[in-house]
């Protein structure tokens, strides 16, 4: 039986909250983050998931988000990344869509 272990990187100004490496989870040392055997990286811009100054809206105004906000976009964020991780490891086709409903569907719970 094949594990799987997610790894979390932190990567601040990516221009995004979150990333996962496509093909982490089934390729073994592909990039310059050390992976083990089966371990996905995920990618953590921090600053954007906590300091609101490191953030503006569309139309350019500041961002302000409570604390609670900003934990909830945090686990959004990690939730839907892991959803591609797991993709990957299945051998699944990458569904933008069924992600988005999935972290959509938690997140209106």
Avoid at 51 to 63: F, K, T, Y
Avoid at 88 to 103: S, Y
Wanted: net charge negative.
């Amino acid at each position: 039986m094949k594990n799987l272990s997610l790894k979390i990187a932190r990567a601040d100004g990516m221009g995004g909250f979150a990333a996962y490496l496509a093909g982490s989870a089934q390729v073994h040392g592909a990039c310059s983050i050390e992976l083990g055997e089966n371990q996905a990286l995920v990618l953590l811009d921090v600053e954007a998931s906590f300091d609101d100054s490191c953030l503006e809206c569309e139309s350019g105004e500041p961002v302000t988000r409570t604390p609670e906000e900003k934990k909830r976009q945090l686990i959004e964020s990690l939730m839907h990344e892991f959803g591609h991780a797991l993709e990957d490891f299945l051998g699944a086709e990458f569904e933008e869509g069924w992600i988005e409903n999935v972290t959509t569907s938690y997140a209106t719970n």
